[in-house]
């Protein structure tokens, strides 16, 4: 009860005089300055850079509340008089402690406001906010305890504020300076680094270590308080531990021990966050659960790294710890130091690098500032996998952004190729393919270390075998010596060299052929490994280069994957016009290949022609816009993969774009008829021959030769989080994207039976409208319709499964055209056969387990849609909607989880002016006019006390 009374006295006194009002308003300006000023430019629902700025502004703010409590005191000679009544010295200074606590919390409820605002506006997570308001109260308790001390050991308030300043500014501003400092002090500054163990609370993590290191500075302050309000009283002692002095070093001494001991690993951790996005996830759990062999992680690291690097290292050992729990004693990691001091090479680290170059871990560039100037700095930054022979490595982790996914999948991967091991019958052979007529050329192709390839691969194979439990088999084959199948040397990619006599500097080399290739087989999958690598130069011509020994292996591991079948083998569409896989030589917005490459890391990817190969032979199937017409056969083939009940992925064009005629240079688009509109159709999916327009889409920046500001692209809608069916899971943690030349996507209700479900993915705004016709690609040459009735929103991609019946079904199978004079002739013959088959069910007519996806574009899995490391919003959409598809539902949750794009919802900008203007201003002015009826209530309160006593 006593601290109470003296806490309540305190807490009434701040708001006697106007001090306390000026100093909430300065607070609410400069907080809500910094933050609303960009907050509509950065368009994110989040209150992180709010958080961020807490720290800074309240180790100023905290030091001019705290200031007067002991320093007034002091120089008023009241601290005498308070030090008789009937309190001790804690309860003096505890008191006086929760009077500024509680000041302080008014001080922040105002800024709740910020969080109805934003949570209007915006999909906001509750669980990061609630982190960041118990991280600041935490912050506010440190700041305050600091401040007390400061006032204790002064009679002057402007002494005091400036020691409590540069207490708190100094823990505040400690991580900046990390880098600066030599290693062996990091790790005892960081520690101590407020802003370090802040930012964990403004994630929305909440971890013993910083609970403690908060706790321990409220502590600490306090006693060293107590400590100097005992000094006249400790004087008198003799003991050195008696002095006030000698007390509070030791104190601070304690407290340092303490941090150490209590960062070194983490009591408890909890992920507050809405979709748990710095915890495991289930797969990741059980990924490490069913571990047969005991796993490594080998994590080779540079230290003192610049931001935004710089807590990329912690944010791993915490995540290792994490697979290291549900993993028990079969899951191990370890760091190891790549980091020089002060320039010197260290023997330790000298077998660090030499271990890392080993396992395939290279340094990479990143940038730094040093003395105002802008340098480059080798940093490692990778990690290797190891579970008894079997490596995977992850070389260069620049964002803790999808390292859970990237470490999670490779666990997968190496779990089943163990299991893969332990029930394989037989070896894996690797066969190279070489002829010695290639010798007497190779000079002169520019292949001088032809001769030494064989042993190369040879030693290759031997370090490889190391890994892959001896499966092995290497030998080399000349074809011109030993009969080989030519299913081999195709399907192998073995180049068939010929030339024709021709003369040379040393006199003339003869005519003749000879093979090149590597091959590796098990049973009956063979995948080819390039050897050569040929670039056709204009005018030089073709040009060879033998592949070096790294790029070999990299190679026949992944050869080794794919025959194993590891991974789910899907195919991709390459013919009649598909987007291309490749890109080699061509404009990135015409290529898929980073969707292609993405595809690669967890799935066996083959290209297919619809004509010509067997689409059975996949799981899953790509059919990315397709340009040219479709045979009956090709859709005859597509239909009866839809009826195995195998999944599909659609990305439908029915547009092309053709070259400008004209003298403006304008590109147009043209409608297309590929016969895939009318296979959809009849499962009840209707593509329209039109593309959606919309006013919220991309915004180009124009240059100053242009006169500057923003082109909108109508033809690139920006699909904002409240348009996205966030039901189905693999699209509940997206918040937008963009698509580009997207026709409307319908489910034909009359089309589709009780038993098949059509749900649409994902639509453009209210703000939409179609155009088909003549459509010009220039955005000047497109306006928006005068009529309000045109806008309607339009769905754009549709998810159907369920039951379907054949395109065909009734019809007679179509034949594969263009078979040439030697089937026209057999084809009487063959007429009752294939009535046979018919009758004998040789196509299936309906399936109950059909599941495909439907995109009204394929611009969308293109190169500027789909960034290299899969990260973007429009790479998870691609990839999250192949992993439904190939029921790893659970991967496509655990990739999208940790999506930091979080658009806010349309505003107009009055509204946007009203939130900035109210939280900047508005806030300050309510506390004013708040002070001001406090002030004339407490005025006309003391007139009646004087009329009383008149």
Same mark, same amino acid.
């Given at each position: 009860?006593?601290?109470?009374?003296?806490?309540?006295?305190?807490?009434?006194?701040?708001?006697?005089?106007?001090?306390?009002?000026?100093?909430?308003?300065?607070?609410?300006?400069?907080?809500?300055?910094?933050?609303?000023?960009?907050?509509?430019?950065?368009?994110?629902?989040?209150?992180?850079?709010?958080?961020?700025?807490?720290?800074?502004?309240?180790?100023?703010?905290?030091?001019?509340?705290?200031?007067?409590?002991?320093?007034?005191?002091?120089?008023?000679?009241?601290?005498?008089?308070?030090?008789?009544?009937?309190?001790?010295?804690?309860?003096?200074?505890?008191?006086?402690?929760?009077?500024?606590?509680?000041?302080?919390?008014?001080?922040?409820?105002?800024?709740?406001?910020?969080?109805?605002?934003?949570?209007?506006?915006?999909?906001?997570?509750?669980?990061?906010?609630?982190?960041?308001?118990?991280?600041?109260?935490?912050?506010?308790?440190?700041?305050?305890?600091?401040?007390?001390?400061?006032?204790?050991?002064?009679?002057?308030?402007?002494?005091?504020?400036?020691?409590?300043?540069?207490?708190?500014?100094?823990?505040?501003?400690?991580?900046?300076?990390?880098?600066?400092?030599?290693?062996?002090?990091?790790?005892?500054?960081?520690?101590?680094?407020?802003?370090?163990?802040?930012?964990?609370?403004?994630?929305?993590?909440?971890?013993?270590?910083?609970?403690?290191?908060?706790?321990?500075?409220?502590?600490?302050?306090?006693?060293? @308080?107590?400590?100097?309000?005992?000094?006249?009283?400790?004087?008198?002692?003799?003991?050195?531990?008696?002095?006030?002095?000698?007390?509070?070093?030791?104190?601070?001494?304690?407290?340092?021990?303490?941090?150490?001991?209590?960062?070194?690993?983490? @009591?408890?951790?909890?992920?507050?966050?809405?979709?748990?996005?710095?915890?495991?996830?289930?797969?990741?759990?059980?990924?490490?659960?069913?571990?047969?062999?005991?796993?490594?992680?080998?994590?080779?690291?540079?230290?003192?790294?610049?931001?935004?690097?710089?807590?990329?290292?912690?944010?791993?050992?915490?995540?290792?710890?994490?697979?290291?729990?549900?993993?028990?004693?079969?899951? +191990?990691?370890?760091?190891?130091?790549?980091?020089?001091?002060?320039?010197?090479?260290?023997?330790?680290?000298?077998?660090?690098?030499?271990?890392?170059?080993?396992?395939?871990?290279?340094?990479?560039?990143?940038?730094?500032?040093?003395?105002?100037?802008?340098?480059?700095?080798?940093?490692?930054?990778?990690?290797?996998?190891?579970?008894?022979?079997?490596?995977?490595?992850?070389?260069?982790?620049?964002?803790?952004?999808?390292?859970?996914?990237?470490?999670?999948?490779?666990?997968?991967?190496? +779990?089943? &190729?163990?299991?893969?091991?332990?029930?394989? %019958?037989?070896?894996?052979?690797?066969?190279?393919?070489?002829?010695?007529?290639?010798?007497?050329?190779?000079?002169?192709?520019?292949?001088?270390?032809?001769?030494?390839?064989?042993?190369?691969?040879?030693?290759?194979?031997?370090?490889?075998?190391?890994?892959?439990?001896?499966?092995?088999?290497?030998?080399?084959?000349?074809?011109?010596?030993?009969?080989?199948?030519?299913?081999?040397?195709?399907?192998?990619?073995?180049?068939?060299?010929?030339?024709?006599?021709?003369?040379?500097?040393?006199?003339?080399?003869?005519?003749?052929?000879?093979?090149?290739?590597?091959?590796?087989?098990?049973? *009956?999958?063979?995948?080819?490994?390039?050897?050569?690598?040929?670039?056709?130069?204009?005018?030089?011509?073709?040009?060879?280069?033998?592949?070096?020994?790294?790029?070999?292996? *990299?190679?026949?591991?992944?050869?080794?994957?794919?025959?194993?079948?590891?991974?789910?083998?899907?195919?991709?569409?390459?013919?009649?016009?598909?987007?291309?896989?490749?890109?080699?030589?061509?404009?990135?917005?015409?290529?898929?290949?980073?969707?292609?490459?993405?595809?690669?890391?967890?799935?066996?990817?083959?290209?297919?022609?619809?004509?010509?190969?067997?689409?059975?032979?996949?799981?899953?199937?790509?059919?990315?816009?397709?340009?040219?017409?479709?045979?009956?056969?090709?859709?005859?083939?597509?239909?009866?993969?839809?009826?195995?009940?195998?999944?599909?992925?659609?990305?439908?064009?029915?547009?092309?774009?053709?070259?400008?005629?004209?003298?403006?240079?304008?590109?147009?688009? %043209?409608?297309?008829?590929?016969?895939?509109?009318?296979?959809?159709?009849?499962?009840?999916?209707?593509?329209? &021959?039109?593309?959606?327009?919309?006013?919220?889409?991309?915004?180009?920046?124009?240059?100053?030769?242009?006169?500057?500001?923003?082109?909108?692209?109508?033809?690139?809608?920006?699909?904002?989080?409240?348009?996205?069916?966030?039901?189905?899971?693999?699209?509940?943690?997206?918040?937008?994207?963009?698509?580009?030349?997207?026709?409307?996507?319908?489910?034909?209700?009359?089309?589709?039976?009780?038993?098949?479900?059509?749900?649409?993915?994902? %639509?453009?705004?209210?703000?939409?409208?179609?155009?088909?016709?003549?459509?010009?690609?220039?955005?000047?040459?497109?306006?928006?319709?005068?009529?309000?009735?045109?806008?309607?929103?339009?769905?754009?991609?549709?998810?159907?499964?369920? $039951?379907? @019946?054949?395109?065909?079904?009734?019809?007679?199978?179509?034949?594969?055209?263009?078979?040439?004079?030697?089937?026209?002739?057999?084809?009487?013959?063959?007429?009752?056969?294939?009535?046979?088959?018919?009758?004998?069910?040789?196509?299936?007519?309906?399936?109950?387990?059909?599941?495909?996806?439907?995109?009204?574009?394929?611009?969308?899995? $293109?190169?500027?849609?789909?960034?290299?490391?899969?990260?973007?919003?429009?790479?998870?959409?691609?990839?999250?909607?192949?992993?439904?598809?190939?029921?790893?539902?659970?991967?496509?949750?655990?990739?999208?989880?940790?999506?930091?794009?979080?658009?806010?919802?349309?505003?107009?900008?009055?509204?946007?002016?009203?939130? &900035?203007?109210?939280?900047?201003?508005?806030?300050?002015?309510?506390?004013?006019?708040?002070?001001?009826?406090?002030?004339?209530?407490?005025?006309? %309160?003391?007139?009646?006390?004087?009329?009383?006593?008149?």
């Amino acid at each position: 009860m006593k601290v109470w009374t003296i806490a309540k006295r305190e807490f009434k006194n701040y708001f006697v005089s106007p001090v306390a009002y000026i100093v909430i308003g300065v607070f609410l300006v400069v907080v809500g300055w910094f933050f609303f000023s960009t907050f509509f430019i950065y368009n994110q629902a989040s209150l992180r850079k709010l958080f961020d700025l807490f720290p800074y502004v309240l180790a100023f703010i905290i030091p001019a509340i705290t200031m007067r409590l002991f320093a007034e005191e002091k120089a008023q000679g009241t601290i005498e008089t308070l030090k008789t009544l009937p309190f001790n010295d804690f309860e003096i200074v505890f008191g006086k402690f929760l009077g500024a606590f509680f000041f302080s919390i008014v001080m922040l409820l105002p800024t709740l406001s910020y969080v109805i605002f934003v949570s209007r506006i915006g999909d906001l997570d509750g669980g990061a906010v609630f982190g960041g308001y118990l991280g600041s109260i935490l912050l506010v308790t440190s700041f305050i305890a600091i401040g007390i001390f400061a006032s204790s050991i002064t009679k002057n308030q402007v002494v005091s504020f400036i020691i409590a300043t540069l207490i708190s500014n100094f823990l505040v501003l400690l991580k900046a300076f990390l880098v600066v400092l030599p290693e062996s002090l990091v790790t005892f500054f960081r520690v101590l680094s407020v802003s370090y163990h802040f930012d964990n609370f403004a994630k929305g993590i909440v971890d013993s270590r910083d609970i403690v290191y908060f706790l321990s500075l409220v502590v600490i302050f306090i006693v060293a @308080t107590i400590e100097v309000l005992r000094e006249k009283d400790v004087k008198k002692e003799k003991k050195i531990l008696a002095s006030s002095t000698a007390r509070i070093a030791l104190y601070l001494v304690l407290l340092i021990v303490l941090n150490i001991a209590e960062n070194a690993s983490s @009591t408890f951790r909890f992920d507050l966050t809405q979709n748990k996005i710095y915890s495991l996830s289930k797969v990741s759990k059980d990924s490490v659960k069913q571990l047969v062999e005991p796993m490594t992680v080998k994590v080779f690291f540079s230290k003192n790294l610049p931001a935004p690097y710089n807590g990329i290292e912690q944010y791993l050992k915490d995540l290792l710890e994490e697979y290291s729990i549900y993993g028990g004693d079969k899951f +191990n990691y370890q760091f190891y130091d790549l980091s020089s001091k002060e320039g010197e090479v260290t023997e330790k680290l000298k077998q660090n690098e030499e271990l890392a170059q080993n396992y395939g871990i290279s340094p990479v560039q990143i940038q730094v500032v040093e003395h105002d100037e802008v340098k480059f700095q080798k940093a490692y930054m990778g990690l290797v996998i190891i579970c008894g022979d079997l490596v995977e490595k992850i070389p260069a982790i620049t964002s803790p952004n999808g390292i859970e996914y990237r470490i999670t999948s490779k666990i997968v991967k190496i +779990n089943n &190729k163990i299991n893969r091991f332990l029930s394989l %019958k037989g070896n894996i052979k690797v066969t190279l393919y070489l002829s010695k007529s290639l010798e007497r050329i190779g000079k002169y192709m520019g292949l001088g270390d032809l001769a030494g390839l064989e042993s190369t691969v040879d030693s290759l194979v031997g370090e490889l075998n190391k890994q892959n439990y001896g499966k092995l088999e290497f030998e080399t084959v000349d074809p011109l010596k030993v009969k080989v199948d030519e299913k081999l040397i195709k399907n192998g990619r073995v180049l068939d060299l010929r030339w024709k006599p021709f003369m040379s500097p040393e006199g003339k080399v003869e005519g003749g052929e000879g093979f090149i290739g590597l091959t590796v087989q098990y049973q *009956n999958e063979i995948e080819g490994v390039p050897v050569i690598k040929v670039v056709n130069i204009p005018i030089i011509g073709p040009q060879y280069k033998l592949a070096n020994k790294d790029e070999l292996k *990299n190679s026949l591991t992944a050869a080794i994957d794919s025959v194993l079948n590891l991974n789910e083998k899907i195919g991709y569409v390459v013919s009649n016009g598909a987007v291309s896989p490749y890109g080699f030589g061509q404009n990135e917005g015409d290529v898929a290949s980073n969707f292609f490459n993405l595809l690669g890391e967890n799935y066996k990817v083959v290209t297919l022609n619809l004509k010509d190969d067997n689409l059975n032979e996949v799981n899953a199937l790509i059919v990315p816009g397709i340009k040219e017409k479709l045979s009956d056969y090709e859709l005859y083939k597509l239909d009866q993969f839809i009826m195995s009940g195998k999944p599909v992925l659609f990305l439908v064009d029915n547009f092309a774009e053709q070259k400008a005629r004209n003298m403006m240079g304008v590109p147009q688009l %043209k409608a297309i008829d590929t016969g895939l509109d009318k296979l959809l159709l009849h499962y009840g999916i209707d593509v329209r &021959k039109s593309i959606v327009m919309d006013k919220n889409c991309f915004k180009q920046k124009l240059p100053q030769a242009l006169g500057g500001g923003e082109q909108k692209i109508y033809y690139a809608p920006v699909i904002k989080n409240e348009n996205i069916n966030h039901k189905l899971p693999y699209l509940e943690n997206l918040k937008g994207f963009i698509v580009l030349l997207n026709s409307p996507v319908l489910p034909e209700k009359g089309k589709l039976s009780k038993d098949t479900k059509a749900e649409i993915l994902f %639509k453009s705004s209210k703000d939409s409208w179609i155009q088909s016709g003549f459509i010009a690609l220039n955005p000047m040459f497109i306006q928006p319709p005068a009529k309000a009735s045109d806008f309607k929103q339009q769905p754009l991609a549709v998810q159907l499964t369920g $039951k379907l @019946t054949s395109f065909f079904k009734g019809k007679p199978i179509p034949e594969k055209p263009d078979e040439g004079k030697e089937k026209v002739k057999k084809k009487e013959k063959q007429k009752s056969i294939v009535k046979n088959i018919e009758s004998e069910n040789a196509k299936l007519d309906s399936t109950d387990n059909a599941k495909m996806i439907v995109f009204g574009t394929s611009a969308i899995i $293109k190169n500027n849609f789909i960034d290299r490391d899969g990260m973007g919003p429009n790479s998870m959409l691609m990839l999250n909607s192949l992993d439904y598809l190939t029921g790893r539902i659970e991967f496509a949750k655990m990739r999208s989880k940790a999506q930091f794009y979080n658009p806010l919802k349309e505003t107009t900008p009055s509204q946007r002016a009203f939130i &900035k203007w109210f939280n900047i201003a508005g806030l300050a002015i309510l506390v004013a006019i708040f002070g001001l009826i406090v002030w004339f209530l407490r005025r006309k %309160k003391m007139e009646k006390i004087k009329e009383i006593f008149a």
